[in-house]
């Protein structure tokens, strides 16, 4: 079965500095996809970005940016530039290529801005 | 394009009633999913619905149970309530289309559960 893990619980990052979330995924699969959602106090799930398994290169969504690391099962998020609305709980999602792929979660790491 | 909806946002319900979530997905999206999030389980797939068939089913009892309509709408229904069902349950459509566009899961603002 495949498993998603943030390692870190909580961070922490200064307004307009660079802060990098980390997750590792265990899978056997070669056919699968890995997302960032944020999930402010609202609690409205909001996807931040995604990457496709079989694409070398990383993404980019404006100020979010991935270190895909595929042979090391590793998807880091990069938060350049951080502003106080960035501050939320983040989750790394592991689905599966195939059409029946649930997303399976990460137990998230709480990211705090400071002014 | 509307979002994922989901009602009703709030209740609270009694131990041993029964409870019923609604979900619109995006207009398009075959594809309708659940999820439970609690502080201690986190988050938790519950069961998928694609043209009116459930696809794909997490582990929970049986007193969880959905269905998905013609226009793609789904409900999912709690029946004999536990206290441990408390949760904010959350509802997500993809188009399932192929490619990252298509599995890519969208959330509604969630449904959240409160159980005495």
């Known amino acids: 079965a495949q498993t998603v893990t943030q390692s870190q619980p909580e961070m922490s990052v200064q307004e307009a500095e660079t802060v990098t979330l980390s997750c590792t995924y265990d899978t056997s699969e070669s056919d699968y996809y890995l997302f960032w959602y944020k999930q402010p106090p609202s609690r409205q799930m909001i996807l931040v970005i995604r990457q496709e398994a079989y694409k070398q290169q990383n993404a980019t969504e404006n100020r979010f940016s991935v270190n895909f690391q595929k042979a090391a099962k590793s998807f880091s998020l990069k938060i350049s530039d951080s502003q106080l609305g960035d501050a939320a709980m983040y989750f790394c999602?592991?689905?599966?290529?195939?059409?029946?792929?649930?997303?399976?979660f990460g137990k998230g790491t709480k990211l705090s801005v400071k002014p | 394009k509307a979002g994922v909806t989901q009602t009703p946002r709030y209740l609270i319900k009694t131990r041993g009633q029964q409870v019923t979530l609604s979900c619109s997905p995006i207009?398009?999206?075959?594809?309708v999913s659940w999820y439970q999030q609690t502080p201690g389980q986190g988050l938790q797939f519950l069961f998928e619905?694609?043209?009116?068939?459930?696809?794909n089913k997490g582990n929970f009892p049986g007193r969880f149970s959905g269905r998905q309509f013609s226009n793609s709408r789904s409900e999912m229904n709690v029946s004999t309530l536990e206290l441990g069902d408390s949760a904010l349950y959350l509802c997500?459509?993809?188009?399932?289309?192929?490619?990252?566009?298509?599995?890519?899961?969208?959330f509604g603002e969630g449904s959240w559960l409160t159980v005495v």
């Open positions: 997500a459509s993809s188009s399932q289309q192929g490619g990252v566009s298509g599995n890519t899961i969208y």
């Open positions: 999602a592991y689905r599966s290529g195939g059409s029946q792929g649930n997303l399976i």
């Open positions: 619905y694609f043209s009116e068939t459930q696809r």
């Open positions: 207009s398009g999206h075959r594809s």
